[in-house]
């Protein structure tokens, strides 16, 4: 498959870009490989995977271990490397060659848009998708690391929904894996969506106390927020009308670091003019970037689709429980903010979306799931895991993670309450206590070549 790679440095970095050719449906593309007696197959459709290496330019002629970045999501591209950001990498950077990979269907990987979805029936949309969850990925990831890297060992780092790919990657290749980091992504192993959404609903009603005992006046502009949707038709810039329950759908945003305040001043500039009874410019621009998924509809479109098990649909798990929790009406008082959850009628509010709601109905109907956690092989694991577990995760539930933790050998768990979700992003000290594990462990696993 071909290979293409461009190099060139970024103030005391040395940044190698490498596109490659890979199957979209890996699973078909193995058995035809199989049947063909090791000749490549013509008959399989392709894509394109991007990675982007990233190594101190003091160092670029050092041996340094591989250390790969699995983005949170799913459909999360990669962070994009600038001088001293992610944080994270600033420390990686002094020890390892990083690794930063657009997963598919994102960034420079053949990123999955309205223009292709809407191409394809409900089914084709469904099949389509069903190509991009973590099993592919982690095949993307082993095809990576035997044609650039030559079969070197990958340590990981998996935030969030990259944790999940780091368990899927466990279970399908640990042949390939030095070490691994994870830092709020131990997901539940066996779990259905509805179990998931019952314990984070939970932690988002949590959330929206912590944000109204912080910001108590901020109860009122959120009852004038509600009755300016329910008593208008208000557009957002994009031409989208912004419905209550799309408001709502900001709650997003309290689960992260800095969230709680963003919330706050989002609503601080809610009203415009003297008499403050119209909704601002500025805040219906921000309400809509937050909620449009222009930059990512895949996140939407396969959210639910990470939960999925054999013989069981997800079946729009996340509406089905949100109508359980009286505290999500938009009568409440005060008005509760829902989390990252997807909802169908977000595929009919949502210009970016509305391509992918046959496919995305399709798939919340679909069983057949191949499993992407083999139990056995977690229970007998032999690479080290260090993972950081937050006490008030709101994404995901810091029970589902501690049960993990005792599921999957040789895993050793650093749960805090001093971050929220993203606490590595916001501080070097989560990578940095990962790495002090790892150490007391033994440190990575050396190749065996």
């Given at each position: ?38 000749k ?7 894509i ?10 003091k ?6 271990p ?41 960034g ?37 690391r ?15 929904y990259?944790?999940?790919i ?67 038709k ?17 709650g ?43 930059e ?15 013989n ?7 509406q089905?429980?949100?109508?359980q929790f ?29 391509p ?86 033994g ?7």
């Amino acid at each position: 498959m071909n290979t293409v790679s461009q190099q060139y440095k970024m103030k005391g970095m040395l940044i190698t870009n490498h596109e490659l050719e890979v199957p979209l449906d890996w699973r078909s593309f193995n058995k035809s490989f199989n049947k063909s007696l090791n000749k490549n197959p013509d008959n399989n459709s392709t894509i394109t995977l991007f990675a982007r290496e990233v190594v101190d330019v003091k160092r670029a002629d050092d041996e340094l271990p591989l250390l790969l970045f699995l983005q949170g999501g799913p459909g999360g591209k990669s962070p994009r490397p600038m001088p001293g950001s992610p944080s994270w990498m600033v420390e990686a950077l002094k020890t390892h060659r990083v690794i930063l990979i657009d997963q598919r269907g994102t960034g420079r990987s053949s990123r999955i848009d309205t223009n292709l979805i809407s191409k394809l029936s409900a089914e084709e949309g469904r099949d389509y998708l069903l190509k991009f969850r973590a099993d592919s990925i982690v095949a993307d990831c082993e095809h990576l690391r035997k044609t650039i890297y030559g079969g070197r060992l990958f340590e990981t780092l998996g935030q969030s929904y990259g944790g999940f790919i780091t368990l899927a990657y466990l279970s399908q290749a640990p042949e390939g894996l030095a070490a691994c980091y994870i830092t709020g992504g131990l997901a539940g192993l066996d779990e259905s969506a509805q179990e998931v959404y019952q314990l984070t609903y939970q932690r988002v009603i949590e959330k929206n106390q912590d944000y109204y005992a912080r910001y108590p006046e901020d109860a009122k502009v959120m009852a004038k927020i509600a009755q300016c949707l329910t008593n208008e038709k208000v557009l957002l810039p994009d031409g989208d009308q912004l419905t209550l329950e799309r408001f709502q759908s900001i709650g997003i945003l309290l689960g992260m670091g800095p969230g709680i305040d963003q919330v706050h001043w989002l609503v601080d500039e809610a009203f415009a003019g003297s008499d403050k009874t119209r909704l601002s410019d500025v805040f219906l621009e921000q309400v809509m970037n937050i909620t449009s998924y222009h930059e990512g509809p895949l996140f939407a479109a396969i959210h639910e689709s990470i939960y999925g098990r054999p013989n069981e649909s997800t079946s729009w798990a996340a509406q089905q429980l949100r109508d359980q929790f009286s505290e999500f009406d938009v009568s409440h008082s005060p008005l509760i903010l829902t989390g990252e959850m997807i909802y169908p009628w977000m595929f009919e509010q949502i210009t970016s979306l509305r391509p992918f709601a046959d496919a995305a109905n399709s798939l919340a109907d679909y069983q057949d799931y191949k499993p992407l956690y083999d139990l056995a092989k977690l229970a007998e694991n032999k690479v080290p895991i260090v993972a950081a577990v937050y006490h008030n995760d709101m994404y995901v539930p810091r029970e589902l993670s501690l049960k993990t933790a005792k599921q999957v050998a040789n895993t050793q768990v650093w749960l805090t309450n001093s971050y929220e979700h993203d606490g590595v992003r916001q501080s070097t000290e989560v990578f940095c206590k990962l790495r002090e594990l790892l150490l007391d462990q033994g440190g990575p696993l050396k190749s065996s070549k």
